[in-house]
């Protein structure tokens, strides 16, 4: 198999490289639904028909998921970087300390664990059966996520797959891979970089990437940020 997963952390490559809207005016609002909608649309019919929900209550789940990205997951870790005690309550307690930030997770929403990157160990997470993930707090799970190529590859060749994404696991760190499922998610905490003493939450936060919640590669450092 020789897909890349990674984009190797070059901004160059990431989005739509190769790939010119100009090529396609008025975008793609005008295509015929792919297999994918046409089965989300006649699931949805049922589930509304047979009561199980209304259009509504989609309609909440969706932008509530819609209205959540990295940067709320960000904003978790930074304060978890900054307040040991916060830190610990997170680990433990992960609803209650997302709660105390104003996150609160829907009623009947699959568990959330917190794990922590250490020199020791590095947690990476996968869903291999599709794409689980902790929407309700980071948004939608990139592409590759949810790839056939990120769910085989992660769990046999956990530390390759981070090579791609420009991490490299020194040989002395254990490497965990977690699979989540529908009933529990994961969220990662990444190792606070060196060089970031005395910054504020807010200064810590950009440097703490999607990929690096996910567990595929590290925070940046400040010296990345500030050339980026
Ligand atoms: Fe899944």
């Keep these: 198999m020789t897909s890349n997963i990674g984009n190797g952390n070059d901004p160059s490559q990431a989005g739509h490289s190769g790939h010119d809207h100009a090529e396609h005016p008025g975008m793609a609002h ?8 046409v089965r989300a649309r006649a699931m949805e019919s049922l589930l509304v028909e047979k009561g199980i929900c209304s259009p509504n209550e989609i309609q909440t789940m969706v932008d509530r998921i819609e209205a959540r990205s990295p940067a709320d997951g960000a904003k978790v870790v930074a304060r978890a970087w900054s307040d040991p005690a916060y830190k610990s309550r997170l680990l433990n307690d992960p609803d209650g300390a997302l709660a105390d930030l104003g996150y609160r997770m829907p009623e009947n929403s699959p568990k959330l664990d917190v794990v922590e990157n250490t020199e020791s160990i590095h947690y990476l997470v996968v869903c291999t ?12 799970p990139p592409d590759w996520y949810k790839s056939l190529a990120y769910r085989s590859r992660a769990v046999v060749d956990p530390r390759g797959v981070m090579r791609e994404f420009g991490f490299q ?14 009933d529990l998610r994961y969220l990662v905490l990444p190792r606070r970089p060196d060089g970031t003493e005395g910054m504020s939450e807010e ?10 919640m ?11 940020a500030t050339a980026s």
């Design 30 to 37: 005008d295509e015929e639904a792919g297999y994918y909608a």
């Design 129 to 140: 059966l599709c794409s689980c993930y902790p929407r309700n707090l980071l948004g939608r």
């Design 169 to 182: 696991v020194p040989d002395s760190t254990e490497v965990r891979v977690l699979d989540s499922t529908a």
């Design 203 to 212: 200064q810590l936060a950009e440097l703490i990437t999607r990929d690096s």
């Design 214 to 224: 996910i567990g595929v590669s590290e925070a940046r450092s400040p010296q990345t």
